[in-house]
């Protein structure tokens, strides 16, 4: 079975200051997906990236950067020099191969404070 | 612009009433799903649908129901027999590539606030 843990419920950071938001998985697969979205308070989830469970190569992206370890089954997300327009809930979520929909973990509700 | 549109934004139900939430998508994405959203418990999957008039429960399916006629459009009613449906509910499609179907990123609409009266 699958699923996805994201143990940090809220997180409040001073705007500029780093933040790494956590993601643990569980899969029996050897191929897989890996996904970041964001919700922001308006609702609707934004798809930020996604990573295939042969690509361990960390990515940046701007001020974000995604570390992928299959060793430690963890895809952590890093906010460099934050910014109150990153308070959202974010959300790491898992797909198996095949036609599997995707598991989500329970979020993580980021602050970033002026 | 192509996108997910449900409707509506904010909906009543009153007690034994079944009431349908709108999902349209003019991506022409084959896979629709429905998603229910509490408070801490993350996004939990209600129904999926792959191809036009079909489609499969998801983890909470009980309570639910919904039809899949046309591509664009995949309808949720939330019946009488879901006894606690105050949630934030979300619609997403996706694209799907054979074989490589699962690393699509779904795509979302704005959901649907249902409350009870």
């Not at chain 1, 919700?39 to 930020?48: A, I, K, M, R």
């Not at chain 1, 996604?50 to 974000?64: A, C, V």
């Not at chain 1, 095949?98 to 980021?110: C, I, S």
């Not at chain 2, 996004?43 to 899949?68: M, P």
Request: hydrophobic share 30%; with cysteine.
């Amino acid at each position: 079975a699958q699923k996805v843990t994201q143990a940090q419920t809220e997180i409040s950071v001073v705007e500029k200051e780093d933040v790494t938001l956590d993601c643990v998985y569980e899969t029996r697969d050897t191929t897989y997906y890996l996904f970041w979205y964001k919700q922001p308070p308006s609702g609707e989830l934004v798809f930020l990236i996604r990573r295939n469970s042969f690509d361990e190569q960390n990515e940046i992206s701007g001020r974000y950067s995604w570390n992928f370890q299959k060793s430690t089954s963890s895809f952590n997300f890093t906010i460099t020099a934050s910014q109150v327009v990153d308070s959202a809930v974010y959300f790491c979520a898992l797909s198996e191969e095949g036609n599997t929909p995707l598991v989500f973990g329970k979020g993580t509700r980021l602050s970033v404070i002026a | 612009d192509g996108g997910i549109t449900q409707s509506p934004k904010y909906l009543f139900r009153k007690e034994g009433q079944n009431v349908t939430l709108s999902c349209e998508q003019n991506l022409n994405h084959d896979a629709m799903y429905w998603y229910r959203q509490d408070p801490g418990q993350g996004l939990r999957l209600i129904y999926y649908s792959q191809i036009v008039n079909d489609f499969q429960k998801g983890d909470i399916a009980e309570g639910y129901s919904v039809s899949r006629e046309k591509k664009e459009s995949f309808p949720l009613t939330v019946t009488s027999a879901q006894k606690n449906p105050t949630a934030f509910y979300l619609c997403a499609s996706k694209m799907k590539r054979d074989p490589a179907e699962s690393n699509q990123p779904q795509h979302f609409g704005d959901g649907t606030r249902l409350s009870i009266l």
